[in-house]
């Protein structure tokens, strides 16, 4: 039985201005995803804002949305079985310091704000997610 999942993964600010999205997009082929679509877009602080709205309440949120909005992002719609665990998982921890060793938070991240990729934490939040930044 397939399980096919479509995911967003964001590489963030701070990974495309070291360089690093042909690294990233490497581990997740090399992970049996699937690349649907693709793009580099700036985003501005109230799309970040709009984008991050589950977070509002959040103390984190104003950075979050400040950060994210800080430079050119990376997006990707990608495909596989258990996409959204299996992405979640190749990630790493949010806070790159307790992520396990190989993930890509692990080997790229800064701090937990700066921690080069975002990934949908869930089948609704992957549609809305992707439905964001890719209006068909």
Not at 20 to 33: A, D, T
Not at 44 to 58: D, I, L, R
Not at 87 to 100: F, L
């Amino acid at each position: 039985m397939s399980n096919l999942e479509k995911t967003l993964s964001i590489i963030k600010p701070d990974a495309v201005e070291r360089n690093l999205i042909e690294e990233i997009k490497k581990i997740f082929v090399s992970n049996g995803f699937n690349i649907v679509k693709e793009k580099k877009v700036q985003v501005s602080k109230t799309e970040a804002q709009q984008f991050y709205q589950v977070h509002q309440a959040k103390p984190f949120y104003n950075e979050l949305c400040n950060y994210l909005s800080s430079g050119p992002i990376y997006v990707m719609i990608l495909e596989k079985n258990g996409a959204i665990l299996a992405n979640r998982e190749i990630m790493g921890a949010t806070n790159p310091i307790e992520a396990k060793d190989g993930t890509i938070r692990k080997i790229y991240g800064i701090s937990i704000d700066k921690n080069s990729v975002h990934g949908s934490d869930s089948l609704d939040n992957a549609k809305k997610e992707i439905e964001f930044f890719f209006k068909d």
